[in-house]
Every structure is written in structure tokens, then in C-alpha cells.
């Protein structure tokens, strides 16, 4: 078990090292959904377990932060600083679905 472990650890690492910057851009917004969704499972799940919640969201803002600060503001122009705006909203919309623990706001994002 271990082995085979390691082995997928070993693959995703060298998937993400040999990634171009297009690809590892579409990894993170597909880590920063799936993570949203493992926190709408856990708001609509009984056993409600906050700090799953909590992680997921955490680790959803710190995909669209990185993503905000791997913005190139002189090259991109208004792209970049309309990215960053959406991506100011998305936390917003995090922080507060993760404070209130509500789908609505994630499901925005």
C-alpha cells in the first residue's frame, strides 16, 4: 500500500514539474474545485465536519492567491487586472461561505 502510495506521489509530482504554465494553471483551478466540493459535501453532510470544511476552504484561497500573485500586471493589462478582481472576489465569496458556513457563496465561486 505504501508503495503504490509513493508511486502516485511520484507521478503527480513529475505531472506538475513537466506541466507547461497553461497546463499548471488549469490543475490549479481544477484542485481549487475540487476542494470547493469536498466543503459543499461537508456543509450538506449530518455529521457537518467544521474543520474538514475549514481546510477545504483554506486550501481553495491559497490556489486562487497563488494564482493572483502569478499575474503578470504589465504584460497582461486589463486581463491581468480583471483576473485579479475575480479573483479578490473569489476569496471574498470563500471567507465568507467558510465564516457562515453556507453553500451559497461557494457555489458563486
Known amino acids: ?3 503504490q502510495q509513493s508511486s502516485i506521489h511520484a507521478y503527480r ?3 506538475v514539474k513537466t506541466a507547461t504554465q497553461g497546463r499548471v494553471i488549469v490543475m ?3 484542485e481549487a474545485l475540487r476542494q ?3 466543503a459543499l459535501d461537508g ?3 449530518d455529521s ?3 474543520d474538514r470544511i475549514n481546510n477545504a476552504i483554506i486550501k481553495a484561497q491559497s490556489i ?3 494564482l493572483m500573485v502569478s499575474l503578470d500586471m504589465e504584460q497582461g493589462g486589463e486581463i491581468a487586472q480583471n483576473l485579479f478582481r475575480l479573483y479578490m472576489f473569489f476569496n471574498d465569496r470563500l471567507m465568507e ?3 457562515k458556513k453556507e453553500d451559497a457563496p461557494l457555489r458563486e465561486v
Open 1 to 3: 500500500m505504501a508503495y
Open 13 to 15: 509530482q513529475t505531472s
Open 28 to 30: 490549479l483551478y481544477e
Open 36 to 38: 470547493i466540493d469536498m
Open 43 to 45: 456543509i450538506h453532510s
Open 48 to 50: 457537518r465536519q467544521l
Open 64 to 66: 486562487i492567491t497563488e
Open 97 to 99: 461561505g467558510n465564516v
